[in-house]
């Protein structure tokens, strides 16, 4: 059996397209993270204005119900039932994680943003940390979305 890639050598200028591409693009992402400003700190620090903002303060309450709160006035604005929205659990998991981890209480809220971009922003105003929802796409943006238009008082409806 003849192998056919051996009795044709890779043509010297597909080699020499290929090489120039990849230093292209290295140095286009080398200058996007340096030049430009383009890791996602300064991006979410310097390129979004608050359009609007809710500050908010979950409390796990028994058997894996979670009340959101509105941290101006202290009225539940929403009550998540056990086993539904999965995602907006998950991220407060892991911000409350850094906040053990850096011996930090839970009277500091959280700040759901949405941008003059339109993207959704929660801060964690004790860590400083901060998250754009818009990078897990739609149907997580909607779960987040929610907190920040739902009226006190009404009816927690889960998306899930």
Same mark, same amino acid.
Request: charged share 25%; net charge negative.
């Given at each position: 059996?003849?192998?056919?890639?051996?009795?044709q050598?890779?043509?010297?200028?597909?080699?020499?397209?290929?090489g120039?591409?990849?230093? =292209?693009?290295l140095?286009?992402v080398t200058?996007?993270?340096?030049?430009?400003g383009?890791?996602?700190?300064?991006?979410?620090?310097?390129?979004?204005?608050?359009?609007?903002?809710?500050?908010?303060?979950?409390?796990?309450?028994?058997?894996?119900?979670?009340h959101?709160?509105?941290?101006?006035?202290s009225?539940?604005?929403?009550?998540i039932?056990?086993?539904t929205?999965? +995602?907006?659990?998950?991220?407060?998991?892991?911000?409350?994680?850094?906040?053990?981890?850096?011996?930090l209480?839970?009277?500091?809220?959280?700040?759901?943003?949405?941008?003059?971009?339109?993207?959704?922003?929660?801060?964690? =105003?004790?860590?400083?940390r901060e998250?754009n929802?818009n990078?897990?796409?739609?149907?997580?943006?909607?779960?987040f979305?929610?907190?920040l238009?739902?009226?006190?008082?009404?009816? +927690?409806?889960?998306t899930?």
């Open positions: 059996m003849s192998d056919t890639f051996h009795e050598p890779i043509p010297k200028g597909a080699l020499i397209a290929v120039s591409l990849l230093l =292209l693009t140095v286009l200058y996007s993270r340096f030049v430009a383009g890791n996602s700190a300064s991006y979410l620090a310097e390129d979004i204005s608050e359009v609007t903002y809710r500050d908010l303060i979950f409390k796990d309450i028994s058997g894996g119900l979670v959101v709160f509105d941290a101006n006035d009225r539940i604005i929403l009550e039932a056990p086993g929205e999965n +995602f907006i659990r998950g991220v407060l998991r892991g911000l409350v994680r850094e906040r053990k981890s850096q011996q209480g839970d009277e500091e809220p959280f700040r759901l943003a949405k941008a003059v971009n339109g993207h959704l922003i929660l801060q964690d =105003l004790a860590t400083k998250i929802i990078a897990f796409g739609h149907s997580n943006v909607k779960s979305a929610q907190l238009y739902q009226k006190q008082n009404d009816t +927690f409806q889960s899930e």
